[in-house]
């Protein structure tokens, strides 16, 4: 099984509703519905049962009058285009500060490790819009990194900000409880 561990609207996917993955998000007001609605630092599956995991993470914080702050339109856009195109939802305007969204990446790594099988993988976007990827990467100390992709071109990205695909595998013999605490 696959999880999108931050699945917004699912716009990163071609396939909006492939039975192969489970969409958790903790935003209950998404056009598009979480499989699950949960916390990605509390997740509800047992030890080592899921395959890969996709994490895409807010890259910013304190950011108001985006998404939630126009439903209307959000409405009318999500009607015209349907399955076509959904707004984006960053979840920009969930943390009010760095320490917080800091936080939610550290205790959400924490619970992947748990959840992810041993010979499982780890999928991490990254965009350096406020804060560079040589800061967060330490966050990540219970894994190895097998792939780090960069991605430049704009239309893909959405802005002029480097953007990073990192591919991660759990460091074996690590014990989570005591190594984070």
Known sequence: MILDATAGNRTMWNWK???DIIYLDVEKRLQRKPTIIASNGHLPFKAKSISSIFFDPPHAWNIKGHYHSYPAQCKEYFNKWH???VPRYYGWD???TKGGLIAMIHYAQREFYRVLKDDGLLWFKWNDMKTSIRKIIPIFNLWIVMLFLY??????TGSTHQTY???MTKEKGMDVQTTLG
Request: net charge positive.
């Open 17 to 19: 509703n492939s039975p």
């Open 83 to 85: 399955d076509k195109a």
């Open 94 to 96: 969930r943390y009010k």
């Open 151 to 156: 991605v430049n071109d704009p239309t893909h």
């Open 165 to 167: 695909w990192i591919c």
